[in-house]
């Protein structure tokens, strides 16, 4: 791919940042943790709403898998939406999807026949949650350097895990002893009020802050991908293996992650007798310690810029904490689960930012959004299909060999890994402005050197 570049145009290109990024960044982190979290809490009480609308487990389960199904269909024309209005629209719109699906449940919730409400609302928080999702990469490459997009990236999964880790306190803090249908539905309320109030706050607060874009762009990659907008198109990376072989890893990783979190109150309370108390640590400790991953990685990429070294090397290890985490349970072992989960939360943030920032040098410039929806919606597939697979062999098997799944999707992860080669077309862009640059200074300096003799 050719990245030259006029020379003179190139002297009078600048680039710059603006402190407005991490306004609008953390405004979508927040809608991103507060959506997904709203998403998921049912999942976490998986019993508890079985129970109170009088439903299967596999139906609970559903109210997640539905959006991830959802979105199998709909990331393109919400990618194509997202593109074609610009950032402000859609974290707007999406931000206002959030707060709308949130007062649909918290109606959903003031009676044990409204389940389909329930679903409904999920549906209209899904649209939010995939859009925030498809978006950040975007916000990434608009507002930020190159080099900070899997920081960034990684940051989003920190955020999203500390909303899921509170959310896993539930059934220990307040659905405990909650038996009678009133005091299941005082704690519902409990948790979606202040969630649906803090979902509208956030929706007024995007209006007045969110930009389109920055005046002048932030990097050389950016200026070139957004020079590139009408000639890079999707059926030009047909032939790339890389793309295919990064698509499907980051969605397997993506896939691991999520069957774990829909699957773990089985998982727990099938093994550990009143196991509430375990359930709500393991469910907290693997998305808390999130944090910790991303700053390793953080300090790792920027000594060590191989991208397909440091996958293998994370996949090895998160292959390794599975075993463990498939151990604990076959040996009833708190600790041991405890231990596993909390190495996976943290190898598994940055085994995601890992993955889906080469993908996004592998792809470029096709924009980050539309790679990352593609990513998204195969994602949706996979956790589709891994997650009742592994409630049906749950119902069969029980929950140890059922989660020998996880071990698989790791196996085929790494064989992928082993097959990606290093194509750094971002890298390539940046560097060549570099070079242009530098040229033009020498010559400056020549010119000055001869007007001085």
């Known amino acids: 791919m050719d990245f030259s570049i006029d020379e003179k145009s190139a002297e009078k290109i600048e680039y710059k940042t603006y402190k407005r990024r991490f306004f609008i960044l953390l405004i979508l982190l927040l809608l991103q943790s507060l959506t997904g979290s709203e998403m998921l809490v ?33 990331f393109y024309p919400l990618t194509s939406a997202c593109e074609k209005y610009g950032l402000r629209d859609s974290i707007t719109t999406l931000a206002f999807l959030g707060a709308f699906g949130a007062c649909i449940k918290l109606v959903a919730i003031q009676g044990q026949k409204f389940f389909w409400l329930l679903l409904i609302g999920q549906l209209f928080q899904s649209c939010s949650l995939q859009m925030s999702l498809l ?54 309320n409990l948790v979606l009020i202040p969630a649906t109030v803090i979902s509208v706050l956030l929706f007024l607060l995007a209006i007045f802050v969110i930009r389109d ?87 790792i990429t920027k000594k060590l810029s191989n991208y397909k070294v440091l996958n293998i090397i994370n996949c090895t290890i998160v292959g390794g904490l599975l075993t463990c985490y498939i151990t604990s349970l076959w040996l009833k072992s708190e600790l041991l689960m405890y231990f596993s989960l909390s190495g996976y939360g943290i190898c598994y943030n940055a085994n995601l930012a ?22 998204l919606a195969m994602n949706a597939i996979l956790t589709t299909i891994c997650t009742q697979l592994v409630t049906i062999l749950m119902n069969n098997f029980g929950s140890v060999n059922a989660n020998l799944i996880l071990l698989v999707n790791y196996c085929i992860i790494l064989f992928l890994s082993l097959l990606v080669t290093e194509d750094y077309r971002r890298r390539k862009a940046d560097s060549s402005m570099e070079k242009i640059k530098s040229k033009n200074v020498e010559l400056i300096e020549i010119e000055q050197i001869k007007a001085a003799n």
């Open 213 to 299: 874009k920055p005046p002048r762009p932030p990097s050389a990659a950016q200026k070139f991908r957004e020079a590139a907008k009408n000639t890079s198109k999707l059926s030009d990376f047909l032939n790339n293996k890389n793309f295919f072989y990064l698509l499907f890893i980051s969605s397997l990783i993506q896939t691991c992650s999520q069957v774990i979190l829909l699957t773990l109150n089985q998982s727990v309370l099938s093994r550990f007798k009143y196991g509430e108390q375990q359930l709500s640590i393991s469910g907290f400790l693997p998305n808390a310690v999130g944090f910790i991953g991303t700053f390793i990685i953080g300090v």
């Open 354 to 375: 890992i993955a889906i920032d080469f993908l996004f040098e592998v792809s470029y410039p096709l924009p980050s959004g539309t790679v990352y929806g593609i990513s």
């Open 135 to 188: 978006t950040t990469p975007t916000v990434a490459s608009i507002w930020f350097k190159s080099e900070h997009t899997a920081a960034i990236m990684s940051s989003s999964q920190v955020v999203f895990s500390l909303g899921l880790a509170l959310i896993f306190l539930l059934p220990d803090l307040i659905f405990k002893k909650a038996k009678a249908i009133e005091e299941i539905r005082n704690g519902f």
């Open 42 to 74: 049912f999942s976490s009480l998986t019993n508890v709403v079985s129970n109170y609308y009088n439903v299967s487990d596999l139906a609970v389960n559903w109210l997640n898998l539905s959006g991830l199904v959802l979105s199998v269909f709909a």
